[in-house]
């Protein structure tokens, strides 16, 4: 069964951080590279960081040198360590396996977790 539990989220000031956990069942997070995504309102869902099994990470444009997506292999977990929030990185996040594997484990996704950035 698929499990994807995301946590982490809050209200902070611009110019803070936060940090992102996302602990995933085992069949999902073995041998597949997981990601960040986040969903403002009236906005696409979109991935904003990608970390493969082995470690190489992608990131989106807009939190290029301010987020840090990292993994624990032995605690099926992957974080998202936050920088220098800003006003438009409010949104839910979402964790998942890459994009191209989404429908393959039924389009599942969790909850997710509310970051708001704001005064």
């Known amino acids: 069964q698929v499990q994807l539990v995301e946590s982490g989220g809050g209200l902070v000031q611009p110019g803070g951080s936060l940090r992102l956990s996302c602990a995933a069942s085992?069949?999902?997070?073995?041998?597949?590279?997981m990601g960040w995504y986040r969903q403002a309102p009236g906005k696409q869902r979109d991935m904003v960081a990608l970390?493969?099994?082995?470690?190489?990470?992608n990131y989106a444009d807009s939190v290029k040198g301010r987020f840090t997506i990292s993994r624990d292999n032995a605690k099926n977990t992957v974080y998202l360590q936050m920088n220098n929030l800003k006003p438009e990185d409010t949104a839910v996040y979402y964790c998942?396996?890459?994009?191209?594997?989404?429908?393959?484990?039924?389009?599942?996704w969790g909850q997710g977790t509310q970051v708001t950035v704001s005064q």
């Open positions: 998942n396996v890459h994009p191209l594997r989404v429908e393959f484990y039924g389009n599942y």
């Open positions: 970390i493969t099994s082995g470690g190489g990470t």
């Open positions: 085992g069949s999902i997070f073995r041998s597949n590279a």
